[in-house]
Structures are given as C-alpha cells and as structure tokens.
C-alpha cells in the first residue's frame, strides 16, 4: 500500500492464509465508479431508447470526438442521426463505451462529483466491510472484525481529483486518512472486502 506499507504488518502477509479483500484504495476507486455509472443513462445501449440517449447526450463536438476516438467515423454517425442505418453490436459497445467516457468527464469537470460526496460540508456515511476470513485456517484467523460505519468529510475533493487522474498512489494515502479515525485498530482495515459509500 502506497500511503502506509505497513499497516497491514502486524497482521502479517496480506492473503498469504487465504484472507480475501482488496486495498482500501482500490474498493474506493471501485466505490466511486460505481457511483458514476449509476447515475447515468438507465436503458442499456442494446435497447432503442437507451441508443437514442446516448447518441443525443453525444451529439456536441466533444461527444463527437469521443465517438471518433473509439473508432465510429463522422459518415456513419450521420447515417445513425438520420435513422439510415442501426449501429452494429461492436458499434453500439462503442457508443457505450463513449458515452460513459464523456459522461465521467462532465461530472468530473462540472465539479458535479465533488459537490455531491461533499453534501455541504457534512460528508458522506462509509460503510466498511472487513476482509472475509471464512477461507481462512482457524489457527491462522485474526480476531473477528466488524464492519464499520464511519461519517467521511474534508477528503471528497482531494480524492476524485486522485480519481479523475488515476493517481492510486494518492487514493491509497487518503484512505490510510479514513481509516486513522477508526481507533488503535485501523490498521486490520487496511484491506477490506468492499466499501460503500451512501450517495
């Protein structure tokens, strides 16, 4: 782990006894992913209405560059526009695959992301699940572990920049500050299952 190599020291080598989980940092990332893609477009791109959609929420010049970048040429977008032709399955997973590309781009530049983990100042409830244990030898497990519930603030902007840039070095450190809250025990979080976020 980027931000604290050692926390999980004391509980000895990560997996080595089939203890399953991920770095904090990494469930974050996935958290927040999870996030985005459920706040956009509900119907699938394989349905009408959920290819109508995204063709429209693509239909600026950024839409259309994006478009461009996953391969559809400007002739065959018009020819989607004006109802001459229907994308082709790899089409249409290329329109989802632009579609959620631009859309992540929006609510990170329009600074949407970040206001709405933020919620005003009063943050947003953690909720941490603890590395699942049941593979693990009897002898070899550690205490029982709770999941958590922590109330999160001040972190949200620092850490969907560190998101936006892909930086998990950084995401790590910001999770090594979540966790330092916990009490004398946060290092045995160091690795977790899952967390969720409510937003």
């Known amino acids: ?17 089939n203890a399953r989980g991920m770095k904090g940092g990494e469930a974050l990332i996935l958290e927040l992913n999870r996030i985005v893609y459920s706040s956009g477009i509900a119907s699938p791109v394989t349905s009408k209405r959920g290819l109508k959609a995204r063709l429209r929420y693509l239909d600026s010049p950024a839409g259309r560059q994006a478009l461009k970048d996953q391969g559809v040429t400007p002739r ?3 020819s989607w526009m004006k109802g001459k032709s229907t994308p082709t399955p790899a089409n249409r ?7 959620w590309g631009r859309r992540r781009e929006n609510l990170i530049r329009s600074g949407w992301l970040k206001r709405h983990l933020d919620n005003d100042g009063r943050g947003r409830r953690m909720e941490i699940y603890p ?18 519930s922590v109330n999160v603030r001040y972190i949200w ?5 560190a998101w936006a840039s892909q930086d998990a070095d950084t995401v790590d450190e910001i999770w090594d500050d979540v ?5 004398s025990d946060y290092g045995a979080y160091a690795y977790v299952t899952s967390i969720g976020i409510g937003a």
């Open 1 to 17: 782990m980027a931000g604290s190599p050692d926390l999980w020291a004391d509980w000895g080598e990560f997996g080595k006894f």
């Open 76 to 78: 065959t977008l018009r």
């Open 93 to 99: 997973e290329r329109i989802d695959r632009a579609y």
């Open 131 to 148: 590395v699942d244990q049941s593979h693990v030898p009897a002898e070899r497990a550690r205490p029982t572990l709770q999941q958590r």
């Open 157 to 161: 902007g620092d850490l969907v920049d």
């Open 179 to 183: 966790i330092s809250d916990l009490d």
